[in-house]
């Protein structure tokens, strides 16, 4: 259950590579608006509820059961793929090719996005 808890955004690199490479208008992306942004993560065995608040993609709440169907958005964008369990990490992987691994890295929650051989790293620390 390392995953659950309150998290707040501590820094990030590469994000603006990867919404280029994503689609995304360079006028439409501010990776500043990540700066105080949460993540709110409730998680029973594989069942797991988000509930974000600011960053890049909507505000709002999903759910996922890993090893099943996700969807969701990055970069305000939608996504929808499968996520699946490697090691004690959660990767999704895309139908468009992105894939997000969650982890838990040095007590801090790790997000990395990859797309097009670019990648992102988003770091969360325990609020």
Same mark, same amino acid.
């Given at each position: 259950?390392?995953?659950? &808890?309150?998290?707040?955004?501590? =820094? *990030?690199?590469?994000?603006?590579?990867?919404?280029?490479?994503? &689609?995304?208008?360079? !006028?439409?992306?501010?990776?500043?608006?990540?700066?105080?942004?949460?993540?709110?993560?409730?998680?029973?065995?594989?069942?797991?509820?988000?509930?974000?608040?600011?960053?890049?993609?909507? @505000? !709002?709440?999903?759910?996922?059961?890993?090893?099943?169907?996700?969807? &969701?958005?990055? *970069?305000?964008?939608?996504? @929808? !793929?499968?996520?699946?369990?490697?090691?004690? =990490?959660?990767?999704?992987? &895309?139908? @468009?090719?992105?894939?997000?691994?969650? @982890?838990?890295? !040095?007590?801090?929650?790790?997000?990395?996005?990859?797309?097009?051989?670019?990648?992102? =790293?988003?770091? *969360?620390?325990?609020?």
């Amino acid at each position: 259950m390392a995953f659950a &808890g309150k998290w707040t955004v501590a =820094k *990030f690199e590469g994000l603006k590579d990867v919404a280029l490479a994503y &689609g995304v208008e360079e !006028g439409k992306m501010d990776p500043a608006k990540l700066q105080g942004a949460t993540v709110t993560i409730t998680q029973d065995k594989d069942n797991f509820t988000f509930n974000a608040t600011g960053g890049l993609g909507k @505000s !709002g709440g999903h759910s996922m059961t890993v090893g099943g169907p996700s969807e &969701g958005e990055i *970069f305000g964008k939608a996504y @929808s !793929g499968t996520t699946a369990w490697v090691g004690d =990490k959660i990767v999704f992987t &895309g139908k @468009s090719g992105v894939k997000i691994t969650r @982890s838990i890295e !040095g007590g801090q929650l790790l997000y990395t996005v990859e797309y097009k051989g670019k990648v992102a =790293k988003v770091w *969360f620390n325990k609020s």
